[in-house]
């Protein structure tokens, strides 16, 4: 894809805050609070899997 003034958008100023932004909240062990919250959960009985959590976590990530 290409940007409004012929840049390509992988290298448009905003991007690597999006890239940031997902990588720390749709992924298990993007934050610190991530790996907390599945530490808890596996001590309770309730693993969840990395790919669970990003199934769950990417689109609540993405989203504006």
């Not at 940007?3 to 390509?8: A, I, R, V």
């Not at 720390?24 to 790919?51: D, F, K, M, Y």
Request: glycine share 12%; proline share 6%.
């Amino acid at each position: 894809m290409v940007g409004g003034q012929g840049t390509h958008l992988l290298f448009d100023k905003g991007a690597p805050r999006i890239r940031a932004d997902l990588g720390g909240n749709a992924t298990a062990i993007g934050a610190s609070a991530n790996v907390v919250v599945l530490g808890i959960a596996e001590r309770s009985l309730t693993p969840i899997s990395c790919w669970t959590f990003i199934r769950y976590a990417a689109p609540v990530a993405a989203s504006p």
